[in-house]
Each structure stands twice: as structure tokens, then as C-alpha cells.
């Protein structure tokens, strides 16, 4: 593909101490992609994605937003930079003591100078967009898991990004709220033609998500394909994961002792 990717974890190598997290990471991410990067649970995937965002530095290797180099940008530009980047997070992560409204106004009142009116109309279109209309005075309390979740998208689409980073974003969730979740990210990168990097280990969600999907294990990224091809991989690994079976390489081999807890 000789397209720029949006984004290139280019020979990443991360390492705390003397505890190596990522080992000779390659993975180009193209605009209209929805990757789902896989890998068992405290194995670097969300490292990943702190890399990305400029909040991590790697040890070795280049993180490059388009032409740029993130871990050379200065505060300003990096600031910049993650105004085109939404972020959702595991357990949503809204400030408790905001209510909804404020929660949603809180990036762009940070990194972009609007007037009120004018956020304020931004944060009813958002809401509407991910079913959530009428909740601007509404505290996080106030609601349940699933809600939250989408709130947590709507703020993530306040600055009207061109990638979104989704981090395990059907944790926590009951199986029918886990799909409306997964289909209202499918509906929202279509919509926008936004690039989304999603990170999970849940393999139904992953399946209905994916235009492409990346296995890290061990600190590498051991395969790189299509859903249809990775859900015929031959890699052992791969198919243990992705088969749920409990003989393979995975149970013979405990998670590699470098890798972050």
C-alpha cells in the first residue's frame, strides 16, 4: 500500500527498566481503518495507544501522526496534535463531580477557545449523535455503565477528531449493551470517515468491529490481517486466542515476565 498511514509505530521498542513492554513494534495504521489491536490483558496494548497520544516516549524507534514525529513535538504542538485525537477509556472516566455538559466542554475549553453558545450547540450534537440527548445536567452518578460509555464517546468527538482511540471499550458491560456499543463505534467511523484504533481482548466485539486487527504478544505483533484471515491463522498463538481453547502455547508459556502488570 503505498497510501501514508495516518499514523506508524515505527521499530518501537519500550522498555521500564530492565522490563521490556514492547520489542520491535512495526504497525501502520491507514485513515479509515478500524484496527482492533488483541492481546492478553497487561500485555502493551494500551501502552500502545499512550505512545500514540505523546504520553509515553519509547525507548527505541519513531511514532510518527503523518509526518510528524510525536515524541519530538513540543508541548504546544502536542497539544495540538491530540485536539485531533479522541479518546475513549476503559471505565469512560468522567470527572464525578461534573455533570455531563461539563464533562463534554472540559477539551474544548482546554484546547480550543469557542464561545459558550457555540460549545454548548456542539455538545447537543454530540449527545444526539450517541443517543444522549437531554442529559447535559445529569450527573455521572446518575448514570448506568452503558450510558457513561457513550457520554465518554461523545466527549471523545467534541473536537471533531480524525482518530479515535478506543480503550476496552465494552469493559464492564453486559453483552447486549457490549453490541450496541460496538455498533454505535461501527455507525459513528462511518458516519465521520474517522480512523479508530480500538484495543480489546474480547474476541466477539473484536470481530464485529474490525476492518483489520493486530495480535500483540510478547511484545511483538505476531499477526496482521483481515478479520476473515485472522480468524484462519495458522500461528498457534493466534488461534488459541481467538478459539478460546485452553491447550496451546499461551497456557504453556505464562505471559512474558516483562510485560507490564
Known amino acids: 500500500m503505498s497510501e501514508t498511514p495516518l499514523v506508524h509505530l515505527e521499530n518501537i521498542i519500550l522498555r521500564f527498566g530492565e522490563k521490556t513492554v514492547l520489542d520491535g513494534i512495526d504497525l501502520k495504521v491507514f485513515s479509515g481503518d478500524r484496527l482492533v489491536i488483541l492481546g492478553q490483558s497487561g500485555g502493551g496494548k494500551s501502552t500502545m495507544l499512550r505512545l500514540i497520544l505523546g504520553i ?35 471505565y469512560s472516566a468522567l470527572i464525578s463531580s461534573m455533570t455531563v455538559r461539563e464533562n463534554l466542554a472540559l477539551p474544548v475549553e482546554e484546547l480550543r477557545r469557542k464561545p459558550r453558545k457555540e460549545i454548548d450547540a456542539l455538545i447537543a450534537e454530540k449527545l444526539e449523535i450517541v443517543g444522549m440527548s437531554g442529559t447535559e445536567e445529569k450527573m455521572p452518578s446518575e448514570l448506568s455503565g452503558g450510558m ?76 496482521d490481517a483481515t478479520p476473515e484471515r485472522f480468524r484462519v491463522s495458522k500461528n498457534p498463538v493466534v488461534h488459541q486466542f481467538v478459539t478460546g481453547e485452553t491447550e496451546g502455547p499461551i497456557t504453556e508459556t505464562p505471559l512474558n515476565a516483562d510485560s507490564p502488570k
Open 56 to 90: 509515553l516516549k519509547p525507548t527505541k524507534g519513531v511514532v510518527r501522526y503523518r509526518h510528524l514525529q510525536v515524541q519530538r513535538l513540543s508541548r504546544s504542538k502536542l497539544n495540538l496534535l491530540r485536539s485531533r485525537v479522541g479518546m475513549v477509556y476503559q
Open 148 to 223: 457513561r460509555k457513550r457520554v465518554s464517546l461523545a466527549r471523545a468527538l467534541m473536537m471533531q477528531p480524525e482518530l479515535i482511540l478506543f480503550d476496552e471499550p465494552t469493559a464492564g458491560l453486559d453483552p447486549v449493551i457490549s453490541s450496541v456499543i460496538d455498533e454505535l463505534i461501527i455507525s459513528l467511523t462511518e458516519k465521520t470517515s474517522t480512523t479508530s484504533i480500538v484495543v480489546t481482548h474480547e474476541m466477539e466485539s473484536a470481530f464485529r468491529v474490525a476492518t483489520r486487527m493486530a495480535m500483540l504478544y510478547q511484545g511483538r505483533i505476531i499477526e
